[in-house]
Nanobody, 126 residues
Framework: VQLQASGGGLAEAGGSLRLSCVSSGRTSSIFSSYTMGWFRQVPGRGREFVAGFEGNTASALYADAVKGRFIVSRDNAKSTIYLQINSLKPEDTAVYFC?????????????????WGQGTLVTVSS
């Protein structure tokens, strides 16, 4: 299983970006069963959960810090998860990672995930 994240870049505060993460490998038929998460990381700090889905659920999960501005969605037919970031703030500047977890409960901690994408950099100018 491989994850490929894309969509990062430089944006102005108040703008929007849409990140995508495609899963490849033997995942398409069971992608919906995976817990998928978006994390972000700034230099000197660990990866923090921002949004995602637990496997076999349609209920989106969000960190309190991003509720109301971030929208996570998934297209199981395309084995893809998206992160729409609206009303960008300079503090959203980070490397954003997508991650996949094949089983078990939990979604919030990075150590719970089995597979990671390479990260995509989001830079927000003030």
């Amino acid at each position: 299983v491989q994850l490929q994240a894309s969509g990062g870049g430089l944006a102005e505060a108040g703008g929007s970006l849409r990140l995508s993460c495609v899963s490849s490998g033997r995942t398409s038929s069971i992608f919906s069963s995976y817990t998928m998460g978006w994390f972000r990381q700034v230099p000197g700090r660990g990866r923090e959960f921002v949004a995602g889905f637990e496997g076999n659920t349609a209920s989106a999960l969000y960190a309190d810090a991003v509720k109301g501005r971030f929208i996570v969605s998934r297209d199981n037919a395309k084995s893809t998860i998206y992160l729409q970031i609206n009303s960008l703030k300079p503090e959203d500047t980070a490397v954003y990672f997508c991650a996949l977890k094949t089983g078990g409960t939990g979604y919030y901690y990075d150590y719970e995930y089995d597979c990671w994408g390479q990260g995509t950099l989001v830079t927000v100018s003030s």
